[in-house]
């Protein structure tokens, strides 16, 4: 009698417990949906700091913004940790049709590129792809610029861009062993503007010059090609790689009311690529999780787990903050709950992924009203997260609408415009409703 | 009886001839809706040619390829008219804030602008337009660069860019009566994206440094200026205006069967500005208009009157081509039956405008099937034609779906790719149809 009247004690003491804490969920969706906390922090960072390649002064401003704009936010904490990486600067790139049909080329180094040390002319020599490149003979290959021509499929989970990437990444040390003197790839982009696609390339000694063309221009060679005469180039590309560089993770933590050593770490990445401002190329992902973790911290009391925002340094040249971050914490994984990081722009999130049935039949009825599909186990957490989930930390995933995200991806054109606010609000509902629910529950 | 009997042949000759002439309209517009001559036409110029700023040696090559490509393209007769104006040329430009949020700005030097002689550093002041910057005090402008924040309208016939353009043209001269040491506009243009759209300012001595920013730059400066600090811009500009420019109105002309000195002027710009291709403006009217001619010429006899086909030069800098012509043909413009520009790239013509009822009844019922709507009395022909139209020429008008014209209008991004062949097609058709029937008709 007495057990089952405890039993039933603890029964009602969940249900009493659990409610409340689906009601705040509840309340802190609604509440995300009229906020302009994100906005606020997108427009700042990306007016005040704008582009913020890392390693630079820019970068550095980007660091002490973040830091003021997290202790503003009332966090528990806000600390710093340092990242170090070659710094890779661009100083400028120009291209020309020399002939037959004479012609500037809009394109952008890629970061880690080499550069042409003055104008370097060469004829063009046409691939579709790597595939076509690697079966290519040297012979084919030797004192030329390779051009590859892959493009890119629109979709609206970025599978398309993941095919259309390795180009970017491999095309010059290929094309390097093969012999030629620089590579030109079409703009690993969906858009058909005249906007070259930056972004980076692996790390090599001695790299070719390498650069991405705007879909525009790639076309324009493609046409050229077609009329079947010689088509010669001259590139000059002036950029450099130095040792030295550092930034920092800039971190700040909401701590948990009952296991503060637990953490839910939710984030995005401060760098950006020095071409555009950085709006959908990570400013949303700061502002989305920012916003998320602040009005939880706005709750009248802390969740039972910390909440932390980690904005990771130099992301865009190689997941440089994401590596330093698992590496200085990697005794204090099994600590870390779960982790996400918020890098797709601000469109709308579409389905929720997290391999954790109970979690899900948790977290559904709160976020279906936003338009949100039960998702399967996700097969990732972000690129930052990549470091920590193959170290063993649990990962869950709002997929958004990326449909229009490698429009303006890595281009000048990744500007406040491009962010609908009311889509930067359904994110930062949905990230506020999955990481409470996280830190909150049993 | 005899009468009658003759008057019966009359009429019935009459009705013979005027089906023949309808139904040679009618497949003159169905060939023109299968033919490739008018993407062919604009593929070569943008590929071949590329941007074409007058009076550079690009300009010559395009009027070479022009002189070429209506020679192959069978007209009777072609041949080239001088046109002399100043030269500017775009040597480089760049923008940055300097304080407090220092970030480059994406600006493009206006055609005769002045140039800054090195960087350039002064507050910015902004005004919402002419009429703002009109009333305001000497005081509040002397020494700073003026800063011109008004809009353009997206609109079916380009009338928001017919209210916004005074900015480009005499925001730089009134800047410099107030004091002002630079001017920046925002962008005639209704896009959104970082293209800062070129376009002529007045010709004036010593002129101020003029640029455009693109919107985004100019919405980025507008969240700069919301935080009441003062806002420092670096400006370098170098451009220079030389006497003593030259090119060529390209004439070709299908001379008419019976009255060969009575012309049908149907006509584009062969000139570009330097930054894109010219595709939209106005690689798609050489095409429109030289393609339409070309399928008349094809028919087996020439019509009653002639189709002259003008490709004028330098109408980017202040129509100086349509005037070279109205000055050169001023005493045979009796003899210029009607005349009319496509100047307004590749969208759907959705309206025939044209003050001559009885040719509307002619010419709609094969104007209808292409969606063109009967229209009023033509209220220009193009900027070309206005010198002729003010010299008391007919003028008609296709008038074409602009909606997009002004997202791409005079920046880097007017590139093939923004031609949709199948509208370039239906105006081809609708020129096609216009031009036969006004040269055949009685």
Same mark, same amino acid.
């Given at each position: ?112 590129? !080499? +550069?042409?040390? /003055? ?6 020599? @046409?691939?579709?792809? &790597? *595939?076509?490149? %690697?079966? =290519? ?20 989970? !970025? +599978?398309?861009? /993941? ?6 990444? @491999?095309?010059?040390? &290929? *094309?390097?062993? %093969?012999? =030629? ?262």
């Amino acid at each position: 009698m007495r057990i089952t009247l405890s039993l039933l004690v603890l029964t009602m003491m969940n249900s009493v417990f659990a409610d409340t804490m689906l009601d705040t969920a509840k309340q802190l969706r609604e509440d995300a949906l009229q906020s302009n906390l994100a906005w606020d922090i997108v427009e700042s960072l990306t007016t005040e700091v704008g582009p913020r390649l890392a390693g630079t002064v820019a970068d550095e401003q980007a660091v002490a913004w973040a830091q003021a704009m997290l202790k503003d936010a009332g966090f528990d904490r806000v600390w710093l940790e340092p990242v170090k990486f070659p710094v890779w600067l661009r100083h400028h790139e120009k291209a020309r049709v020399v002939s037959p049909y004479p012609q500037p080329l809009h394109i952008s180094a890629l970061g880690y590129s !080499g +550069s042409t040390d /003055g104008e370097l002319t060469a004829e063009i020599v @046409a691939f579709a792809g &790597l *595939a076509e490149l %690697k079966s =290519a003979s040297a012979t084919e290959v030797e004192g030329k610029i390779v051009f590859i021509n892959q493009s890119t499929d629109r979709s609206i989970d !970025g +599978s398309g861009y /993941g095919k259309a990437v390795p180009v970017r990444y @491999a095309g010059g040390k &290929l *094309a390097k062993e %093969k012999g =030629a003197v620089a590579v030109l790839i079409r703009s690993v982009g969906t858009d058909s503007h005249r906007f070259p696609h930056t972004g980076s390339s692996l790390r090599q000694d001695m790299p070719l010059p390498a650069a991405a063309l705007s879909a525009p221009d790639a076309d324009q060679l493609v046409r050229m090609l077609a009329r079947k005469t010689p088509i010669t180039i001259a590139l000059d590309i002036d950029v450099e790689t130095n040792a030295g560089g550092q930034s920092y993770n800039v971190i700040g933590q909401i701590d948990g009311r009952e296991k503060p050593s637990e953490v839910i770490l939710v984030s995005g990445h401060l760098d950006s690529w020095d071409l555009g401002t950085g709006a959908i190329d990570d400013g949303a992902g700061v502002a989305i999780t920012t916003a998320a973790a602040q009005l939880i911290g706005a709750l009248p009391q802390r969740p039972r787990r910390s909440v932390r925002v980690v904005l990771f340094a130099n992301e865009e040249q190689g997941i440089w903050g994401g590596k330093a971050y698992a590496k200085a914490h990697h005794e204090e994984l099994d600590q870390h709950y779960y982790a996400s990081e918020s890098d797709f722009g601000a469109g709308l999130v579409w389905q929720f992924d997290v391999a954790d049935e109970v979690f899900l039949d948790l977290a559904m009825p709160l976020l279906k009203p936003l338009g949100i599909k039960r998702g399967v186990a996700a097969s990732g957490g972000g690129p930052d997260i990549k470091p920590l989930m193959d170290m063993g930390v649990s990962v869950f995933r709002l997929k958004q609408n990326g449909l229009d995200y490698f429009d303006y991806h890595h281009t000048a054109d990744d500007t406040l415009d491009k962010i609908n606010p009311e889509s930067l609000r359904q994110n930062v509902a949905a990230w506020a409703v999955v990481t409470y629910l996280l830190a909150e529950r049993k």
